[in-house]
């Protein structure tokens, strides 16, 4: 009887730490095809956020050199028409938009509080990217789509 007990207790550990081991996504499972049109000028009223952080919106968006230094990938960067922008918020804090190089639009982005991952031909961005939950309550990595429909980006996994 012990002994069943204790093969129980075991094969229901075993399958709760199996549920937990679901592949993360990956770039490719979300492709965004490149625009290879003219950009057109951001329209900083279609957001607060655009009001509230011109310079780091628009620089990012033209990919000036201080930018391209601190940032890597600026202009069309995300999910095959767009600029995802980033800046500081605070301590373990960043906050993001994400500017439509079809139209000039501008949507909110994720907060993170370890940085972003993003491709230029993917929808998906990784949220705190390599971070770790023991760290802060709010360092997990997440992962986000960008939902063309909707214009807004959903949690997956």
Same mark, same amino acid.
């Given at each position: 009887?012990?002994?069943?007990?204790?093969?129980?207790?075991?094969?229901?550990?075993?399958?709760?730490?199996?549920?937990?081991?679901?592949?993360?996504?990956?770039?490719?499972?979300?492709?965004?095809?490149?625009?290879?049109?003219?950009?057109?000028?951001?329209?900083?009223?279609?957001?607060?956020?655009g009001g509230m952080f011109?310079?780091?919106?628009? /620089?990012?968006?033209?990919?000036?050199?201080?930018?391209?230094? *601190?940032? +890597? &990938?600026?202009?069309?960067?995300?999910?095959? #028409?767009?600029?995802?922008?980033?800046?500081?918020?605070?301590?373990?804090?960043?906050?993001?938009?994400?500017?439509d190089v079809k139209t000039?639009?501008?949507?909110?982005?994720?907060?993170?509080?370890?940085?972003?991952?993003?491709?230029?031909?993917?929808?998906?961005?990784?949220?705190?990217?390599?971070?770790?939950?023991? /760290?802060?309550?709010?360092?997990?990595?997440?992962?986000?789509? *960008?939902? +063309? &429909?909707?214009?807004?980006?959903?949690?997956? #996994?």
């Open positions: 009887m012990k002994i069943r007990l204790t093969y129980l207790t075991f094969l229901s550990v075993l399958l709760l730490s199996m549920t937990n081991l679901r592949p993360h996504p990956f770039f490719k499972q979300y492709p965004a095809y490149l625009f290879k049109g003219h950009k057109a000028k951001p329209i900083l009223k279609s957001n607060p956020l011109r310079t780091m919106i628009t /620089d990012t968006y033209y990919s000036k050199d201080n930018m391209k230094h *601190w940032r +890597e &990938s600026t202009g069309l960067n995300f999910g095959g #028409h767009y600029c995802f922008a980033y800046w500081g918020c605070g301590s373990n804090c960043q906050s993001a938009a994400v500017v000039g639009l501008i949507y909110d982005g994720p907060t993170a509080a370890g940085g972003y991952e993003f491709r230029s031909t993917s929808r998906l961005v990784i949220v705190n990217p390599g971070e770790s939950a023991s /760290d802060c309550a709010m360092c997990a990595t997440e992962y986000w789509v *960008w939902n +063309e &429909s909707g214009k807004k980006f959903i949690q997956v #996994h």
